[in-house]
């Protein structure tokens, strides 16, 4: 189905920080740019009311199609290729229409996006994204290995991505402790050749310092073909991009709107930890969509600090709540929110992004904090409030949210909404994977049997211990693992003997 009125120059991709001139090949393989920037398109392409109602009818599937066309050049990907892909990556989630929306009491509606194999939204752009990548390794003839920090969905859905294919090892480091078992044993009991599992002994922003000092070397990640599987990773946003306009076409009736009338607005509560999923939302509105957005966060709250009060600074510590996933205080992809919101203005994205990762704090103006809060929303959710709103769903609805989940939908039960106003809250896990949350709230859930087999397997992982020069031993382990994998592979024999 042809895409009426786009205009937008895709093959070219530049840097939040001002550098220009890369493809989507080259920024799928790099993750983080050069000197530590986040990749966007140069322009963004307008969605039109005859575009989205072209797409009405489209199956997820088919829609990842169309979107991911606006920015992958047939030249690189032709589009029967594209939709093989696709298709191939998306076969294998438990329910028909790959993501659903439950309709529940009073018009909460919810965006279901777990239906994949680790049970989490990762595993939309995730497998997508390690598609294309196997693609054009095969294409190549050459070999790759992801490096991969994860506060806890990420590096399971990258393993189960992952896990067997040739071209392709993946690196994984976790918190060890601060993330749940379902979450763990998605890891750890991956035991294909190429899959490398390491427990750290810190949170997920303690394990970002290391990665980020080892793709800061850029030799030593071109002679290891190094890249990011996490929402650094440019894919990974453009194929998340999609769920945000899928819910507006299921959930706004397009045939009500006359040509001469404004699109409606949907309302879209996001669960809020590194800022890719609300980067993904900005995107789009900036595309055209008309969406109202509300990023919610648990206790580690700078997102919501940097919208309310300006104030873009880490807490002494990541606090442990009950929704682990955004136990976060470095989301970074807000790099991409300030470039959009300050007009692609590269060179002060850089003196921002630079003085927070040297001092862990920024202070925006009371300018562009006014910009920052008219295009996002923000509220803090405290454990109480997630246990509160898991109760308060299954008695209304017998409907089970896991804590994520609960960190948005909280934002229906304390906001009344005028009439007609349509909103949508995204539910990034199943409850599957929350376990001690769900019996926290008094709630049971039958768990499905993918996840009742996960205890009877067997593990491997190695531990990165805390020490005084904690990062810099991480670096080195990860840099000797790097360096061992490779070799094995330069002699074609198994690395696990």
Known sequence: MKAAKLSCQNEILQHSRGVCGWDFHDVLFSGFAPDGGMFMPESLPVLS??????????TYPKLVVEVASLFIPSELIPRHDLEALVHAALSGFSVPEVVRIASLKDGLSILELFHGDTLAF???AMTCTVRFI???????????????????????????????????DVVVVYPRGHITPVQEKHMITALDDNVHVFAAEGCSDDIDQPLRRLFADQDFVRSHNLMSLNSVNWSRVMVQLVHFIYAYLQLIDLDQVSDLEALPELEVVVPTGGAGNIAAGYIVKQMGLPLRLVAMVNSNDIIHRTVTKGDFSMAPNVLQTLAPAIDI?????????????????GAYVKKVMEEFQNSHRHTLSENHR?????????????????LETMRRCWEENQY?????????????????????????????????KFQSAVKKAGLAFELPEKVQELDKLPTRYENLERSPNWCKDWEDRLRDKIKCVASARTHNVCYYR
């Open 49 to 58: 009311p005859e575009t989205l109602r072209s797409w009405k009818i489209l």
């Open 122 to 124: 990762k595993d939309l």
């Open 134 to 168: 196997d693609y054009f390794l095969h294409k190549e003839n050459r070999k790759a290995m992801v490096v991969v920090g994860t506060s806890g969905d990420t590096g399971g859905s990258a393993i189960q991505s992952v896990k067997g294919l040739s071209g392709l």
């Open 329 to 345: 205080q470095d989301p970074y992809n807000m790099e991409r929110v300030f470039w959009l919101l300050l007009e692609n203005d």
């Open 370 to 386: 006014k910009l920052l809060s008219q295009q996002l929303l923000s509220e803090t959710v405290s454990d109480d409030g997630i």
């Open 400 to 432: 089970v949210l896991c804590p994520h989940t609960a960190v948005a939908v909280w934002h229906h039960y304390h906001h009344s909404h005028s009439r007609g106003q349509l909103r949508c809250y995204i539910a990034t896990a199943s409850p599957a």
